[in-house]
């Protein structure tokens, strides 16, 4: 194009010594002279009250960062059923909206394609679809209705999937992963010893020690079976507890429950056993250890 | 990008008995570079520190390992072999080193790393005949004497553990340089 | 000294203009909040750019310590947190951080929905914006899985089960993400590759053209 026959009246400025035509036009960004009110340089006076908002933000985020560490639970465990699964908090309108019987099951898809979709897509669209050119929000009821509507509804699935979720766990008596770990980490720090959190995939197994004594007897008629499994590898585990735990510990346990697990004895009274053979089965417990002595 | 802007502040004036006084440009631009410094500064100081943290560890002292009897220790250097509980991160591993633990001409115990210190081969006692009685690299020909003293080749000695006798055991710690050799 | 380096430079490639535009350009007193205190709502898009800062450089420095390993990730980030000199804040940071860019974020769209800053000839900067709604919560949905403990990984097996339920190509979306037949390693992995490389990259290009286009285009004029 640059080199071909041109008529002599088209006049070409170049930038440069490049072949591209030199714009003599862009448009320039609105002038705010013809609006009442100051206007001012973005640096260094308008950034400095921008920055002012910044630093205000920046205090307020640090002091939060340095009074809640960020929550870490115990390693990922797909065998773990005392864990409510629950996505961040700004997931949580969606997934509690596939709670609901017309998008969950055989219209699942509404919940998770065709809401998503028209919420997302409309949003996304937004300029094409609201082309008035009033812009106060009260002269198009229409498309600010909308949003409000559609705040309100994400505002409230959040605020009753939170809710619902707490009642869960006050239910099912569970507390969440992260704070039982750092309930852990805690006591580990009082112990002066390091927290039982670490991730050991090919850890050895470990047996259950004297599983023919009177013990083991008594274990599987108390309640405890019912959770900790007839094999003590329930959950959570027993396995070792005795490493953990001492008689007088576990006995404290079973009286008074620990962490999600209510108190245990007068069901195990009523199931019939005597206070001497939980005072037996509290020492069997204890010498529940992954390095039993010969 | 305060520095470009200088042709723009106008000179400070000479008013009150000639003492220079601030634009409003230029104190405005102090508080703008100030409160940048601020808003990098809060957030950053703190990764920076966490970043450098291994630069402020202290070094650590390794612990003493029971290596073997002191009797089975003679003139000649034997290799021994021992493991230690190493640390690294969140990587708990129990390696397996090595250490030549000879009887020096003074009958004192002493206990080298067979890491040649020319290149980090692995040096053998007595391993070639054209050096008798001395340490041989067998990458680059570099030899030691039984003392650990570079005879060629390599820069610098043999290291050497710190060695401790009790209860007629022979205990390793640290890795340090060579002592024994000038 | 310093001023003769940039002259040297600036003779060249002429730099001046280009950030002389950005410095001096004039910003109208209906979106100052000293003049307006209501005007405190156009601050939200700056925050939310500084709330990412802090999100890019956080990230950054996590990673001299991070490994994306299921057997390895836990620990590691269990090692940073509670071992390194201030581990605690910086790993606070980006977690906090990755709820207030999404806060920040959020107010900065209403604000512009309700001003109707999106009309006409702001369009395209608008589209721009809500993709980049998109790529944050792609962000921080893989960076949930990161820390390998419980929560992170209940919560995206139940995500990939809804990406699964997408009709005719919800599964290869969901293989695609969790590189198996299982959440695991490789699904570890991937999360990593695309919260560190491919969705910040995304970012990147997305904000550079939201900040090309409001300087073209200047701020919305007052209602």
């Known amino acids: ?294 | 990008m305060s520095e470009h802007k200088d042709h723009r502040v106008q000179q400070p004036t000479r008013a009150n008995g000639g003492k220079r006084e601030m634009t409003r440009r230029q104190f405005l631009g102090y508080t703008l570079g100030g409160t940048t410094a601020f808003l990098a500064a809060g957030p950053v100081l703190p990764m920076l520190r966490f970043a450098v943290d291994p630069l402020l560890q202290p070094a650590s002292d390794s612990d003493w390992v029971r290596v073997v009897e002191e009797s089975e220790i003679t003139d000649e250097p034997k290799s021994f072999t021992f493991v230690v509980k190493q640390i690294d991160g969140w990587y708990e591993s129990e390696p397996t080193l090595e250490a030549w633990i000879a009887r020096g001409e003074d009958g004192k115990i002493f206990a080298l790393n067979p890491t040649c210190k020319h290149l980090g081969c692995t040096v053998n006692w007595n391993s070639n005949p054209r050096f008798p009685n001395q340490y041989y690299c067998p990458c680059h020909d570099a030899h030691y004497t039984k003392e650990g003293k570079n005879l060629a080749v390599s820069p610098l000695p043999l290291d050497q553990y710190e060695v401790k006798i009790e209860g007629g055991f022979v205990y390793l710690g640290s890795l340090g340089p060579n002592q024994l050799v000038d | 000294m310093l001023k003769s380096i940039y002259n040297w430079i600036d003779e060249r490639l002429d730099v001046t203009p280009i950030w002389r535009d950005v410095a001096d350009h004039e910003v109208p007193e209906h979106v100052n909040p000293a003049h307006h205190f209501s005007a405190f709502v156009y601050c939200f898009g700056g925050l939310t750019f500084f709330i990412t800062v802090i999100q890019i450089l956080s990230g950054m420095f996590l990673v001299f310590y991070y490994v994306p390993d299921i057997v390895n990730a836990y620990n590691s980030v269990d090692y940073l947190q509670h071992k390194v000199a201030f581990g605690v804040i910086v790993r606070g940071m980006h977690h906090w951080g990755a709820s207030l860019v999404i806060v920040m974020m959020f107010l900065h769209t209403l604000r512009v929905f309700f001003t109707g800053s999106y009309k006409n000839p702001r369009e395209m900067n608008w589209v721009v914006g809500m993709l980049i709604f998109f790529v944050m919560l792609g962000l921080g949905f893989t960076g949930y899985l990161l820390p390998w403990d419980n929560k992170a990984y209940f919560a995206t097996q139940v995500g990939l089960q809804i990406a699964d339920s997408v009709p005719f190509i919800g599964e290869y979306i969901k293989t695609f993400l969790q590189g198996g037949s299982i959440v695991g390693a490789q699904t570890l992995t991937r999360f990593f590759a695309l919260h560190v490389f491919f969705l910040p990259a995304v970012l990147l290009g997305l904000l550079g053209a939201h900040f090309i286009m409001i300087r073209r285009q200047g701020i919305s004029g007052p209602l």
Not at chain 1, 40 to 47: R, S, V
Not at chain 1, 111 to 122: D, L, R, S
Not at chain 1, 257 to 262: D, E, R, S
Request: charged fraction near 25%.
């Open chain 1, 1 to 294: 194009m640059a080199h071909g026959p041109h008529s002599n009246d088209e006049k070409i400025v170049y930038v440069g010594d490049s072949r591209v035509r030199k714009k003599t036009h862009r448009p320039d960004p609105a002038d705010y002279t013809a609006y009442p009110g100051k206007s001012e340089a973005f640096i260094p006076n308008f950034l400095l009250k921008e920055w002012m908002v910044g630093a205000v933000v920046l205090v307020g985020f640090l002091m939060l960062v340095m009074s809640h560490p960020a929550p870490l639970g115990y390693p990922a465990d797909p065998t773990n059923t005392a864990i409510i699964p629950m996505p961040d908090w700004y997931f949580l309108f969606m997934y509690q909206l596939l709670k609901y019987p017309y998008a969950s099951e055989d219209y699942l898809v509404f919940g998770t394609v065709i809401v998503p979709g028209i919420m997302f897509g409309a949003l996304l669209l937004a300029p094409f679809l609201d082309t008035g050119k009033e812009r106060r929000f009260y002269k198009r009821p229409m498309a600010s209705s909308l949003m409000l509507v559609t705040l309100a509804a994400v505002t409230y699935l959040t605020v009753y999937s939170w809710v619902h979720y707490q009642h869960e766990l006050e239910r099912q008596g569970l507390v969440p992963d992260h704070i039982r770990a750092e309930e852990e980490r805690q006591r580990a720090r009082e112990e002066g010893r390091e927290p039982d959190t670490a991730n050991r995939p090919n850890q050895q197994p470990i047996a259950i020690v004297g599983e023919d004594e009177e013990g083991y007897e008594i274990y599987t008629r108390a309640t405890c079976a019912t959770c900790h499994m007839p094999d003590l590898n329930g959950n959570p585990s027993l396995l070792g507890i005795g490493d953990k735990h001492d008689k007088e510990g576990i006995l404290a346990i079973i009286h008074e429950g620990v962490g999600g697990m209510p108190a245990q004895y007068e069901d195990n009274i009523a199931k019939g056993l005597t206070d001497e053979e939980i005072d037996t089965l509290a020492e069997w417990l204890a010498k529940q250890s992954a390095n039993p002595e010969e």
